[in-house]
C-alpha cells in the first residue's frame, strides 16, 4: 500500500518536471493523483486489521522494508488528507512559483512515508535528515516578504543545526546498537532490549533518542527554532510545520521511546524511574516559558500561534508517558487535532496578511467588522485551539489529565494550572485582533471578506475538525487498540 503511494508520488513529481504544460495542468494532475492516494489510504482503512500490533502489508521498494502499524497509520493517513489540501493553497502564489511548490510539496510527502512506515532505524535516521533540504527551502525562497531575506536566512539556518545537532545524539545511538546488538531493523531491536540485563545501556540509548525527538517537538531549551521558522515561512511551509513536521518528533517518541521499551517496562519500571521526572519537568518548563513569552509583549501573530503549538505539544508528553489509556489515546487524539487547528490558524493568518501586508498586532484590530466570515472561521478555530468543551482539542487534553491524576495528584493540579495560564493569552490575542474600535486605516486594506477559493480551502480543515469532535471512535480504533498489546 506504501510502496504505491510513494510510486505514484514518484510518477506524479517525474510528469510534473518533464512537463511543459502551463501550471493549471500541473496543478490539477498533482491534485487528481493526490485524490487517488486518498482513496487507496481509504481501502487500507477497511482492510487493516485492528486487533493486530505487528506491521502489516510489509513490503520491499529499493532494498527498503516498509509496513505499517498502530503507530504510523493515523499519521500516513494525515500526510494524504493534507496532501490535496496544500495542492489546493499553492494556488495563492505567483504561477512561476506554484509548479516548484507543488513538487516540494510531492516531495515531501514522499520523504514523510518513508519516515512514518521504515522498519529499518538507519533509514528513519537519513529520511529524518533529508526532509530538512525542502523545508529550508521553503522558508529560504519564498518565506514571507514581511522581512528582508537575512531574517529568512535565520530562520532557516537555525532550523537546520538545531535539527542536525539534535540528530547526533540519534545517530550515535543507531551506531551503538549496530555495534553492540548487529542490527538496526526495529523488529530485532525490540528482541534484542527485550533479551539484555544491561539497563545502563538502555538508559543511555533511550536517553539520546529522546533528546534527538525533544527538538523536533520541540520542547525547551530547543524551542527557539520553531517561532522563527514559523514567523518567516510562507502561508505554506507554516501549515507544513504544524500539520507534518512537528509530528515527527512525537512519532519518534512512540516508536524508539516507547514502543522499543515496552517489553523492557513491563519486566523492570526502574529504566523510567529516573527519567520520567526529568522528562515531565521538561515539558512543565516548555509550557510556561512559552506562554509567558507570548504574554510578554510578542505582537506578531505567527509567533504567538507558534507558541500555541509548542504548548500543545508538549502537552502531549504526559499523555504519551503516562502508560494509561486514557494518556495514549487523548495524546494521539491531540498529535492529530492540532495538525488541523492549528494549520487552518496558520492559514487565516496568512490570507489576513495578503490584504493587509503586516503580523503586527498592534496595527491590527476589529477585524470582524471588515472580514465577519474570516472572524467566523478564526473564532471557531480560536475555540478549538483553547480546548474547550465540544472541540477535539478539549477531549485530547481532558483525558491526558484523567491518565494525568491515576500518575500524580500534584502533577495534574499544576497542569490545570499550567492550562488555564496558557489559555489566557489566546483568549487576549483572539480579542485583541478580531474586536476593539474600528481601525479606519484597515478599512482601506481589507475591500473584501474571504474570497470563495479561500473559503473552499478553509473547508476541509472544519470538516475534519467536526468529524473529529463528535465521532472520536474511528481515531480510538486507530490509534489505540493496536497498542494496547505493548503499553
Same mark, same amino acid.
Given at each position: 500500500?506504501?510502496?504505491?503511494?510513494?510510486?505514484?508520488?514518484?510518477?506524479?513529481?517525474? $510528469?510534473?518536471?518533464?512537463?511543459? +504544460?502551463?501550471?493549471?495542468?500541473?496543478?490539477?494532475?498533482? !491534485?487528481? !493523483?493526490?485524490?487517488?492516494?486518498? #482513496?487507496?489510504?481509504?481501502?487500507?482503512?477497511?482492510?487493516? *486489521?485492528?486487533? +493486530?500490533?505487528?506491521?502489516?502489508?510489509?513490503?520491499?521498494?529499493?532494498?527498503? +522494508?516498509?509496513?505499517?502499524?498502530?503507530?504510523?497509520?493515523?499519521?500516513?493517513?494525515?500526510?494524504?488528507?493534507?496532501?490535496?489540501?496544500?495542492?489546493?493553497?499553492?494556488?495563492?502564489?505567483?504561477?512561476?512559483?506554484?509548479?516548484?511548490?507543488? *513538487?516540494?510539496?510531492?516531495?515531501?510527502?514522499?520523504?514523510?512515508?518513508?519516515?512514518?512506515?521504515?522498519?529499518?532505524?538507519?533509514?528513519? #535516521?537519513?529520511?529524518?535528515?533529508?526532509?530538512?533540504?525542502?523545508?529550508?527551502?521553503?522558508?529560504?525562497?519564498?518565506?514571507?516578504?514581511?522581512?528582508?531575506?537575512?531574517?529568512?536566512?535565520?530562520?532557516?539556518?537555525?532550523?537546520?543545526?538545531?535539527?542536525?545537532?539534535?540528530?547526533?545524539?540519534?545517530?550515535?545511538?543507531?551506531?551503538? /546498537?549496530? /555495534?553492540?546488538?548487529?542490527?538496526?531493523?526495529?523488529?530485532?531491536?525490540?528482541?534484542?532490549? +527485550? *533479551?539484555?540485563? =544491561?539497563?545502563?545501556?538502555?538508559?543511555?540509548?533511550?536517553?539520546?533518542?529522546?533528546?534527538?525527538?525533544?527538538?523536533?517537538?520541540?520542547?525547551?531549551?530547543?524551542?527557539?527554532?520553531?517561532?522563527?521558522?514559523?514567523?518567516?515561512?510562507?502561508?505554506?511551509?507554516?501549515?507544513?510545520?504544524?500539520?507534518?513536521?512537528?509530528?515527527?518528533?512525537?512519532?519518534?517518541?512512540? %516508536?524508539?521511546?516507547?514502543?522499543?521499551?515496552?517489553?523492557?517496562?513491563?519486566?523492570?519500571?526502574?529504566? #523510567?524511574? =529516573?527519567?520520567?521526572?526529568?522528562?515531565?519537568? /521538561?515539558?512543565?518548563?516548555?509550557?510556561?516559558?512559552?506562554?509567558?513569552?507570548?504574554? %510578554?509583549?510578542?505582537?506578531?501573530?505567527?509567533?504567538?500561534?507558534?507558541?500555541?503549538?509548542?504548548?500543545?505539544?508538549?502537552?502531549?508528553?504526559?499523555?504519551?508517558?503516562?502508560?494509561?489509556?486514557?494518556?495514549?489515546?487523548?495524546? =494521539?487524539?491531540?498529535?492529530?487535532?492540532?495538525?488541523?487547528?492549528?494549520?487552518?490558524?496558520?492559514?487565516?493568518?496568512? #490570507?489576513?496578511?495578503?490584504?493587509?501586508?503586516? %503580523?503586527?498586532?498592534?496595527?491590527?484590530?476589529?477585524?470582524? /467588522?471588515?472580514?465577519?466570515?474570516?472572524? $467566523?472561521?478564526?473564532?471557531?478555530?480560536?475555540?478549538?485551539?483553547?480546548?474547550?468543551?465540544?472541540?477535539?482539542?478539549?477531549?485530547?487534553?481532558?483525558?491526558?489529565?484523567?491518565?494525568?491524576?491515576?500518575?500524580? &495528584?500534584?502533577?495534574?493540579?499544576?497542569?490545570?494550572?499550567?492550562?488555564?495560564?496558557?489559555?489566557?493569552?489566546?483568549?487576549?490575542?483572539? =480579542?485583541?485582533?478580531?474586536?476593539?474600535?474600528?481601525? %479606519?486605516?484597515?478599512?482601506?486594506?481589507?475591500?473584501?471578506?474571504?474570497?470563495?477559493?479561500?473559503?473552499?480551502?478553509?473547508?476541509?480543515?472544519?470538516?475534519?475538525?467536526?468529524?473529529?469532535?463528535?465521532?472520536?471512535?474511528?481515531?480510538?480504533? &486507530?490509534?489505540?487498540?493496536?497498542?494496547? *498489546?505493548?503499553?
Amino acid at each position: 500500500m506504501v510502496s504505491g503511494l510513494i510510486i505514484l508520488s514518484l510518477v506524479t513529481l517525474l $510528469l510534473n518536471l518533464r512537463s511543459n +504544460n502551463s501550471i493549471h495542468v500541473i496543478r490539477t494532475r498533482s !491534485m487528481l !493523483m493526490s485524490i487517488v492516494g486518498v #482513496y487507496i489510504i481509504l481501502w487500507e482503512i477497511l482492510t487493516y *486489521n485492528y486487533n +493486530n500490533c505487528e506491521y502489516q502489508n510489509r513490503e520491499n521498494i529499493l532494498n527498503i +522494508n516498509i509496513g505499517i502499524d498502530g503507530l504510523n497509520m493515523g499519521l500516513i493517513i494525515l500526510i494524504m488528507i493534507l496532501e490535496p489540501i496544500l495542492i489546493l493553497i499553492s494556488k495563492t502564489y505567483e504561477q512561476e512559483k506554484q509548479k516548484r511548490i507543488i *513538487n516540494k510539496i510531492i516531495i515531501i510527502k514522499i520523504i514523510i512515508l518513508l519516515i512514518f512506515s521504515t522498519m529499518d532505524l538507519i533509514i528513519f #535516521y537519513i529520511t529524518f535528515e533529508l526532509i530538512l533540504i525542502p523545508i529550508f527551502f521553503i522558508i529560504t525562497y519564498y518565506g514571507s516578504k514581511y522581512n528582508y531575506l537575512l531574517p529568512r536566512l535565520e530562520a532557516s539556518y537555525r532550523f537546520i543545526i538545531y535539527t542536525i545537532i539534535g540528530s547526533i545524539w540519534m545517530l550515535l545511538a543507531i551506531i551503538i /546498537i549496530q /555495534i553492540k546488538y548487529g542490527t538496526t531493523n526495529n523488529e530485532l531491536i525490540l528482541y534484542k532490549f +527485550n *533479551n539484555t540485563d =544491561n539497563l545502563f545501556l538502555l538508559q543511555i540509548l533511550w536517553f539520546f533518542f529522546y533528546i534527538s525527538f525533544l527538538v523536533k517537538i520541540p520542547s525547551f531549551p530547543f524551542h527557539t527554532w520553531l517561532p522563527a521558522a514559523h514567523a518567516e515561512a510562507p502561508t505554506i511551509g507554516s501549515v507544513i510545520l504544524a500539520g507534518i513536521l512537528l509530528k515527527l518528533g512525537t512519532y519518534g517518541i512512540l %516508536r524508539y521511546n516507547i514502543y522499543v521499551y515496552s517489553n523492557v517496562l513491563e519486566e523492570n519500571i526502574s529504566i #523510567y524511574r =529516573n527519567l520520567l521526572p526529568i522528562i515531565f519537568i /521538561i515539558s512543565l518548563i516548555s509550557i510556561i516559558y512559552s506562554t509567558l513569552l507570548s504574554l %510578554r509583549s510578542l505582537f506578531d501573530l505567527k509567533k504567538l500561534i507558534a507558541y500555541s503549538s509548542i504548548i500543545h505539544m508538549n502537552f502531549s508528553i504526559f499523555g504519551l508517558f503516562s502508560f494509561d489509556l486514557y494518556g495514549l489515546f487523548g495524546a =494521539n487524539l491531540l498529535i492529530y487535532s492540532h495538525a488541523f487547528i492549528s494549520s487552518c490558524l496558520f492559514l487565516l493568518i496568512g #490570507y489576513l496578511y495578503n490584504r493587509t501586508h503586516t %503580523r503586527n498586532l498592534l496595527y491590527l484590530n476589529s477585524i470582524s /467588522i471588515y472580514m465577519p466570515i474570516f472572524s $467566523l472561521f478564526f473564532l471557531y478555530f480560536s475555540f478549538a485551539n483553547l480546548s474547550i468543551p465540544i472541540y477535539t482539542s478539549f477531549l485530547s487534553e481532558l483525558l491526558i489529565l484523567i491518565s494525568c491524576f491515576h500518575f500524580n &495528584l500534584f502533577l495534574t493540579i499544576f497542569l490545570l494550572f499550567t492550562f488555564i495560564l496558557s489559555s489566557s493569552f489566546f483568549i487576549w490575542f483572539t =480579542n485583541r485582533l478580531l474586536y476593539g474600535n474600528p481601525n %479606519r486605516k484597515l478599512s482601506t486594506l481589507i475591500t473584501y471578506d474571504l474570497s470563495s477559493f479561500e473559503f473552499y480551502s478553509l473547508l476541509p480543515f472544519t470538516v475534519f475538525s467536526v468529524l473529529f469532535t463528535f465521532f472520536p471512535k474511528p481515531l480510538f480504533l &486507530l490509534f489505540t487498540l493496536p497498542l494496547l *498489546n505493548f503499553i
